[in-house]
């Protein structure tokens, strides 16, 4: 590590910050580290990102190509791509999950804008990304029985890969577009200084592909670290909706309940990968939740083989 903390402070050197104050800042669930760098009267934030297990690369790109599209992505005041380091703009600390629970902000509000914003995303022509395709998304899937229940042996295994091989055609409706992946309330900041959909900070979309409209929406509503209300998350659907008169709403309506099935299938696993391998057990708190989540995406009727499937082997039904 004293290697790193020497790497860190040459590229605060050239960059004119020698000295100055670091104070660490929450992480994510990769390697990537923040601190909050402070001198001079400015305040800017490191990201640290050890080039043996991350490349800033994608981050840079696609953080250039968000605020080309008027977006609030965070400025990069300086970057060493080899170094892994990269010295960012900093946004504040009022993200949607916090902000809201402390209580005071509108939380229609927030997702109104936020499902506008995405609705924006999807209409801009994409920059060259990876594709979100139907293997990426079995494998991600796959985490479930690999992580969150690896006990329960090949023949039961093989039968969930078959009956998400028969799913995964229903989740593409609508044009392919760009998917940010991670579009949830700890991703986005409120910036209510700022005007329009600007209002919205962006972080954590170094992992964006081009895919399945459905899925930033599924990921935004359906959280995994906080409870969105029904009532609220059925609105913003009618206005995401309403916003894409191109799509045909029983079909999106199927392709958001696949989405979310898989989305939140692979969030279990991650979750316990994160508890086993990594020992952040923080994670199996949310898990509950995220449960939850898939139960209520099992309700809809083309999942009714893959309901059977996590009653007979996870003891989870659909919801009520």
Same mark, same amino acid.
């Given at each position: 590590?004293?290697?790193? &903390?020497?790497?860190?402070?040459?590229? $605060? %050197? +050239?960059? #004119?910050?020698?000295? @100055?104050?670091?104070?660490?800042? =929450?992480? *994510?669930?990769?390697?990537?580290?923040?601190?909050?760098?402070?001198?001079?009267?400015?305040?800017?934030?490191?990201?640290?990102?050890?080039?043996?297990?991350?490349?800033?690369?994608?981050?840079?790109?696609?953080?250039?190509?968000?605020?080309?599209?008027?977006?609030?992505?965070?400025?990069?005041?300086?970057?060493?791509?080899?170094?892994?380091?990269?010295?960012?703009?900093?946004?504040? &600390?009022?993200?949607?999950?916090?902000? $809201? %629970? +402390?209580? #005071?902000?509108?939380? @229609?509000?927030?997702?109104?804008? =936020?499902? *506008?914003?995405?609705?924006?995303?999807?209409?801009?022509?994409?920059?060259?990304?990876?594709?979100?395709?139907?293997?990426?998304?079995?494998?991600?899937?796959?985490?479930?029985?690999?992580?969150?229940?690896?006990?329960?042996?090949?023949?039961?295994?093989?039968?969930?890969?078959?009956?998400?091989?028969?799913?995964?055609?229903?989740?593409?409706?609508?044009?392919?577009?760009?998917?940010?992946?991670?579009?949830?309330?700890?991703? $986005?900041?409120?910036?209510?200084?700022?005007?329009?959909?600007?209002?919205?900070?962006?972080? *954590?979309?170094?992992?964006?592909?081009?895919?399945?409209?459905?899925?930033?929406?599924?990921?935004?509503?359906?959280?995994?670290?906080?409870?969105?209300?029904?009532?609220?998350?059925?609105?913003?659907?009618?206005?995401?909706?309403?916003?894409?008169?191109?799509?045909?709403?029983?079909?999106?309506?199927?392709?958001?309940?696949?989405?979310?099935?898989?989305?939140?299938?692979?969030?279990?696993?991650?979750?316990?990968?994160?508890?086993?391998?990594?020992?952040?057990?923080?994670?199996?708190?949310?898990?509950?939740?995220?449960?939850?989540?898939?139960?209520?995406?099992?309700?809809?009727?083309?999942?009714?083989?893959?309901?059977?499937?996590?009653?007979?082997?996870?003891?989870?039904?659909?919801?009520?």
């Amino acid at each position: 590590m004293r290697g790193r &903390d020497a790497a860190i402070g040459d590229f $605060l %050197a +050239r960059c #004119g910050l020698a000295g @100055a104050s670091r104070l660490p800042l =929450a992480g *994510d669930a990769s390697v990537r580290r923040y601190e909050r760098v402070a001198a001079g009267g400015r305040r800017l934030v490191l990201m640290d990102a050890p080039p043996a297990a991350l490349d800033i690369g994608p981050f840079l790109a696609i953080g250039a190509w968000l605020r080309g599209q008027g977006l609030s992505a965070p400025q990069v005041i300086a970057a060493d791509r080899a170094a892994g380091l990269a010295l960012l703009e900093d946004l504040g &600390d009022d993200l949607f999950r916090p902000l $809201l %629970a +402390r209580g #005071g902000a509108d939380e @229609a509000l927030l997702y109104r804008t =936020a499902i *506008d914003l995405l609705v924006t995303l999807q209409r801009a022509a994409p920059p060259p990304l990876p594709r979100y395709d139907d293997a990426w998304l079995s494998r991600e899937a796959r985490l479930l029985v690999e992580w969150y229940a690896p006990d329960l042996g090949a023949a039961a295994a093989a039968d969930y890969d078959a009956i998400w091989r028969d799913l995964l055609p229903l989740a593409w409706v609508g044009a392919d577009g760009f998917v940010y992946v991670d579009y949830h309330s700890d991703n $986005l900041l409120w910036l209510p200084k700022r005007t329009g959909l600007a209002r919205i900070g962006l972080l *954590d979309f170094q992992d964006a592909r081009c895919g399945p409209p459905a899925y930033d929406l599924v990921s935004l509503l359906e959280d995994a670290r906080r409870d969105v209300d029904p009532d609220l998350a059925r609105a913003m659907l009618e206005r995401y909706l309403t916003a894409r008169p191109d799509l045909d709403q029983v079909a999106f309506r199927a392709a958001c309940a696949v989405l979310g099935a898989q989305r939140n299938a692979k969030i279990l696993g991650l979750f316990a990968r994160l508890a086993a391998r990594d020992g952040k057990r923080q994670y199996l708190d949310l898990q509950p939740r995220v449960r939850a989540h898939l139960a209520g995406a099992l309700r809809h009727p083309a999942l009714a083989p893959l309901g059977a499937w996590c009653e007979r082997y996870l003891k989870l039904g659909a919801a009520p």
